[in-house]
């Protein structure tokens, strides 16, 4: 049934030709096993996702409960990755919940399959990991039942763009001295052509109140980028006794093979996203709760403010929203765009705003952090909601075009910020989020309100996000830049 199966010592047995897929084991459980179904409902969850912050990631990590409690958290992780990027493969790295045993299992007889399709595993890379390397063999029973990793497919499924290959390897020890040794295995691989997706809740059972205050010093502990702070951290969790307490993180065996990686690296940068618990799903009682945190490793920073657009590029992004426009108000097609004349730029996934102006009266403003599509699809997407979806305004009519000036801004990946002096009035826009309740200013208002720093926060907190004029010194805040240009500047 197993095909040729390579143990921990290297040494191989020949079962059979057969190869064999591993089956989803909780579909319908934990997520929904119709595809159609699953498909809409991770279309919901990357849509309210927070947008990519870096082009440098290297890690997530993400949650495994059932979907209803833990999917828009896992899409906040999931959705740091550039949907085009086409990684050499990719390392799915659990914590068995099952089978204990001294090493980890890595799956080499076949693929993954959920009800989205095949996820390839790279068992050529596999087979080689257990041949070189004591730590590693396969074990059957650490992947048959075991939900960690079969979570965590339908998401790189529907994200990204390109076929990917997946290495999935479940740790099944808990010695620190066998976890280090997994780590300098792994080693080689832990490079910006592959990624890391380590799966993991964080604390089991306590209350609402309490999970978010240990929940919080976990993640502390994991951005410090120290394995020592980590375990640390975890033994002095034990000691609080917390009621209803029994893990500070079941994945924590995973999470300590990534620290054991890039303790040493230069220029990582570790950021806690978002966190919720069970006690936030429509279904959670907060008196038993689980908490998840989203959480993104990086490399040496380059969040992509060197992306540009020369004139005739502009120019085509204006056309395409004119066009759309036009045939919007007048009731017709909307205009189907010819991508063989489309640059290679206006292909990139890119945030943009679309923003129409009467004179110096704004007429719409709509757009979008999270793009699903290229930018010249989400220009068009944006220019039809700006004229007919600002709920501010009434839809604009076909008498007012030749009045009507088109503005674009195309949107810079977005930066949290630590301290609000990073903010540049005029050069920055702000995201700020807090909780469920969101809200932007483009760059461009600073300068056109001549607000002071305090004003512009105190105005998107309060008007824009709806958590009051302060609302901000408590809430996230990330930066963007813009790419800014409209008709008036090719009369």
């Known amino acids: 049934m197993f095909g040729k199966i390579f143990t921990a010592k290297g040494q191989s047995t020949d079962k059979s030709d057969i190869q064999a897929d591993r089956q989803p084991c909780v579909a319908g459980q934990f997520y929904p096993e119709n595809k159609s179904e699953l498909r809409n409902e991770l279309k919901n969850y990357f849509a309210n996702a927070i947008p990519r912050k870096s082009n440098n990631l290297l890690a997530i990590v993400t949650p495994h409960a059932g979907y209803v409690f833990s999917g828009q958290i896992a899409a906040h992780a999931f959705n740091q990755i550039d949907p085009d990027k086409k990684y050499d493969r990719i390392f799915l790295i659990g914590s068995s919940h099952r089978t204990w045993f001294e090493g980890a299992s890595i799956y080499n007889i076949g693929n993954y399959k959920t009800p989205l399709g095949i996820a390839k595993v790279d068992k050529i890379l596999a087979d080689k990991l257990i041949q070189d390397n004591q730590v590693f063999e396969f074990r059957e029973d650490a992947h048959l039942t075991e939900h960690s990793l079969e979570v965590q497919l339908p998401f790189l499924q529907y994200h990204l763009n390109s076929d990917f290959k997946i290495v999935p390897i479940i740790i099944a020890t808990q010695s620190e001295k066998t976890i280090l040794k997994i780590a300098e295995a792994l080693k080689p691989y832990f490079n910006s052509q592959n990624l890391f997706v380590i799966s993991s809740d964080f604390s089991h059972y306590p209350n609402y109140e309490q999970a978010n205050h240990i929940d919080r010093i976990t993640a502390d502990a994991i951005a410090s980028n120290s394995p020592q702070t980590f375990v640390e951290t975890l033994k002095n969790n034990e000691t609080k006794s917390v009621p209803g307490l029994a893990t500070s993180m079941c994945g924590w065996s ?82 189907e765009i010819d991508t063989n004349g489309v640059s290679a730029k206006l292909k990139e996934y890119m945030g943009a705003f679309v923003s129409l102006h009467n004179g110096d009266e704004l007429r719409g403003c709509i757009g979008r952090f999270n793009p699903e599509a290229p930018l010249f699809s989400i220009v068009q997407d944006m220019a039809i909601s700006a004229a007919t979806k600002d709920q501010r305004f009434t839809p604009v009519q076909a008498r007012e075009l030749s009045k009507t000036d088109i503005e674009i801004s195309v949107l810079t990946p977005m930066k949290r910020i630590e301290n609000i002096s990073e903010i540049e009035l005029g050069r920055h826009g702000i995201y700020i989020k807090k909780g469920y309740h969101s809200g932007t200013f483009l760059p461009q208002v600073a300068d056109n309100t001549g607000w002071t720093l305090e004003e512009f926060l105190g105005h998107c907190a309060r ?29």
């Not at 999470?255 to 570790?270: C, F, H, P, Y």
């Not at 978002?274 to 689980?290: H, M, T």
């Not at 709806?466 to 008709?487: N, S, V």
């Open 254 to 335: 995973s999470m300590l093979t990534v620290l054991n990686l890039t303790q040493n690296m230069q220029g990582i940068r570790i950021t806690p996203l978002v966190y919720q618990n069970s006690g936030d799903a429509i279904f959670g009682d907060k008196s038993r709760v689980v908490g998840y945190w989203a959480i993104s490793i990086y490399g040496t920073e380059n969040i992509g403010s060197t992306f540009t657009l020369n004139d005739q590029e502009k120019k085509d992004l204006l056309a395409i929203a004119r066009n759309t426009i036009e045939a919007t108000v007048k009731g017709e097609k909307i205009p």
């Open 463 to 491: 008007d824009k996000a709806g958590i009051g004029w302060d609302g901000w010194k408590t809430a996230e805040i990330f930066t963007y830049e813009a790419i800014i240009f409209d008709e008036k500047d090719f009369d």
